[in-house]
């Protein structure tokens, strides 16, 4: 190994080599997160053990009752190609400290307790026979570590827990081929980079992957940003939304009770269209039950967004334009997505008695089309407005009535945020002054 880089200059180093390491991230838009381990076969969210104050003797026990039916992760991987997903990232080891692979320097893993079997092999091989590229998730924080707690004031512990820590990620990325993504969760209790060794530890790690794509929770900022539970665009790097299914819990809980909670194909789109218009990704998350098998309140939701995604999925992946905040206002029945010439919009709910304007709009429109319907809508264009006549009542979408359409323009489309002729603008002036 090199000698160690300083901080300007191991970040310098990553910046030179982020454009093409992110390449296939940047189009991919669409990955699915996986909650699995001992918490799911409590089923009351995955730090039950933390907040229950579950004793570690006590929670290890788990482990006999954790037996995940062969094949699971094939079933994962399945889903997410059918729902158009184009990655994935499982909780190879969470806060808990089970490992789900068989490590040498954590023998409360998988292999030695519950299925007796390498979870992270089968994942992997999953992924790449359903073609999806591989992300790991990585807890920085251990509960069962005896040295977990006592490295934030203990230095003999912290440089062991450093140790621990590096060597179950050096194991996961040299034991499995290429990894793609390297997500760390939870850099607690250490505060700092520093605490965790994560400069010298991130660039051991990238010396043995160096296409990998690192995210921004061991302290230092990486190659990601990721907004959790919420689909915030971050304007100045890339950026990936983490989002339950239920807005209750990462790991497995009650199918049928939880049905209600869970998002539909229709909600999904929105949070991949708001991902699409500021240039993210989403990263969907399921907690698979006990047995491994997927959640069933997300199996038809997903699929309908895959066979949405596989009519429609130009609006979606690929590289888009990172959008200016004015293109909200086009239209409030439609989000905006933008690839070059091309404004797509996402319309929610179709103008059933035919009548159909967007605003703002100071670039010339040459054509207006319906993705996947062949319809094209005749349209005048007057300054700042696009007026489509004749707009066809039936909605245009059969799969989740979500249609798209493609406005075409001259040049790179441009828009206003409330014209200086409009109402909207005296008003929003007037507040300023
Ligand atoms: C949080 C939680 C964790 C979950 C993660 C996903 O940090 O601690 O349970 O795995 O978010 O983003």
Redesign the pocket.
Known sequence: MAEILSKPDYEASIAASLDKRMAWWREARFGM?V?FGLYSVLGRH??AMAVESCPVQEYEKLADRFQPKPGAPKEWAKLAKAAGMKYMVM?TR??EGFSLWDSKVNPYNSVNYGPKRDIVKEFVEACRENDLRIGF?SSLMDWHHPDGGAAAHDSAARKRFNDYTYALNEELLTRYGKIDILWY??ALPMQSWEGWNSLEMNQRLRAIQPDIIINNRSHLNEDFG?P?ENVTADKNRDWEA?MTFNGLS?GYVDAAQVAPYSYNAQRILRMLATCAHGGGNLLLNIGPAPDGSVPPEAVEPLKTVGRWLAQYGECAYGKVDRVAEDWFYVSQVCSVSIKGNTAYLWNWIWPTNGDFAVGGFTSKLKSARVLGSGVNLRFTQEKYRIVFNDVPKEPQDKIAGVAVIALEFEGKPEVVRFPTTLPMAIWLTAENH
């Open positions: 997160f909650h995955e730090w909780t969470h806060h998730y969760d939870a990721t959790e983490c990462w």
